[in-house]
């Protein structure tokens, strides 16, 4: 670390009395002249309501000081800070320490850690200790290989548990939420995989991506590593999923980081003799909930129904757990007239993809068929989205969406179940708003 870095101060604190004797120390640090922002997550108590200790928060830094309140344990709330450290260096302090040195990555003391912040990025952070002193150690073990000596806390035995494991010492990237999230996670994966083990609800999305290899989720041996993409993007208020995950993993996103399917695509034989277009009418369940990211039925088979007057051959993608529309030729259903010609269902990523290839239009709601066409084939795309779903959005991509008047931008991280304006924003969308979009892409 040289004299001109820049050093962000974290501190959990839950006592008075040991946050003002911290803060004392750090006016005699050594590396005060570099303190150039200070984060304190503060739960049970309100030091903003003393002078002394805000006076003395307020005067320790260059730049920046903030102090929040939180309900989190005490490393959760380490973790939050963590997500917006913006220097080059952090310096996490347990506010129990009572002398610390200047030594990054000191192996002699866990109650302090000085680190790169891209070095402390790179850590995997277990969410699972329960005190700020071994979620440190931790944090030292995997960059230095040291061992700290057991005790007799549960903690220490969880630490014991896990330090001999080859995995400790690897980076691991967790790939949360649904499949869609998963081909987010493409450009990112593209390129950091090699260097990388790769833990994901979904394996087989990814497959074709060259990583360390692909692991099983073990709470036991990695906690709470997994960072959940959604937290992080409304926490930064971030534009994108796939920039929030370059942000989140501190990795630098170049201009060539795009969303590309580059595995295998096995070759759809379209036998109909018609231009092909895919429909994905169904956004899978959230916690046992309905989509809210849903169109209204009776529309798809209107739009189905233009469709096959325009000449295409209409095929429906997704599970067999979708909602599903008739066939065409099912002459027990009463729409049997704008029923699809096939469905392409529970297929594998290769089939799909070589699908999409053959297409000339898919059209979706946000689910997996959206994201995952979109980094195929984006320019024959369209996408009925819900107004403010901007961070899904891919640019070659065409969305129609419609504002139900109902501001929720600040709850557009949040699961569609918490948002029900999505619902109306998306039943303002007509199928002559869908027919246009038709005109213009076979036009241009």
């Known amino acids: 670390m040289t004299k001109n870095d820049k050093i962000t101060v974290i501190i959990h604190t839950e006592n008075e009395t040991k946050l003002l004797t911290l803060l004392n120390q750090l006016h005699q640090h050594p590396l005060k002249s570099q303190f150039n922002t200070l984060q304190v997550n503060c739960k049970g108590i309100t030091p903003w309501t003393n002078p002394t ?31 917006k450290i913006k220097t080059n260096y952090v310096l996490i302090i347990d506010e129990s320490n009572t002398c610390f040195n200047v030594k990054e990555w000191d192996i002699l003391n866990n109650t302090y850690l000085l680190a790169k912040t891209t070095d402390l990025l790179h850590c995997n952070q277990d969410t699972n200790y329960q005190h700020i002193t071994w ?75 060259d990583t360390k290899g692909l692991i099983d989720w073990n709470d036991d041996l990695f906690g709470g590593y997994h960072r959940f993409i959604y937290d992080y993007g409304l926490v930064n208020d971030l534009p994108n999923l796939v920039n929030a995950l370059f942000e989140m993993y501190n990795i630098p996103k170049e201009k060539t980081d795009v969303m590309k399917y580059n595995g295998p695509k096995i070759k759809y034989n379209n036998i109909s003799g018609k231009p092909i277009v895919l429909v994905g009418n169904t956004a899978a369940r959230v916690q046992g909930f309905e989509s809210n990211k849903n169109w209204v039925d009776v529309r798809w088979f209107n739009l189905i129904f233009e469709l096959k007057k325009l000449g295409y051959h209409v095929i429906q993608t997704g599970s067999h757990k979708d909602d599903q529309i008739p066939l065409s030729f099912d002459p027990n259903s009463p729409y049997c007239q704008a029923g699809v010609d096939e469905k392409f269902l529970d297929k594998s990523i290769p089939e799909l993809a070589g699908l999409i290839e053959e297409a000339s239009l898919w059209i979706t709601v946000d689910t997996f068929l959206h994201p995952f066409a979109a980094s195929i084939k984006p320019e024959t795309g369209i996408c009925l989205i819900p107004f403010y779903n901007d961070y899904v959005k891919h640019p070659k991509v065409t969305y129609i969406e419609k504002d139900c008047g109902k501001n929720y931008h600040d709850r557009r991280w949040l699961f569609d179940f918490k948002q029900p304006e999505r619902k109306e924003s998306l039943e303002l969308i007509q199928v002559d708003d869908i027919l246009k979009a038709i005109k213009l892409k076979t036009n241009s």
């Open 53 to 83: 200790i805000l006076d003395k928060i307020s005067t320790l830094t260059s730049s920046f000081y903030s102090i929040q309140p939180t309900s989190s344990s005490p490393v959760l709330s380490l973790i939050d800070l963590i997500y």
């Open 135 to 209: 979620f440190i150690a931790d944090l030292i073990s995997q960059k230095t290989r040291h061992k700290f000596n057991l005790d007799n806390t549960s903690d220490s035995e969880r630490y014991f548990k896990k330090i001999d494991h080859p995995l400790f010492y690897e980076r691991i990237i967790h790939v949360h939420g649904g499949l869609g999230d998963h081909v987010m996670a493409y450009p990112l994966l593209e390129k950091i995989g090699k260097k990388c083990f790769v833990s994901s609800i979904y394996p087989f999305v990814l497959d074709h991506i």
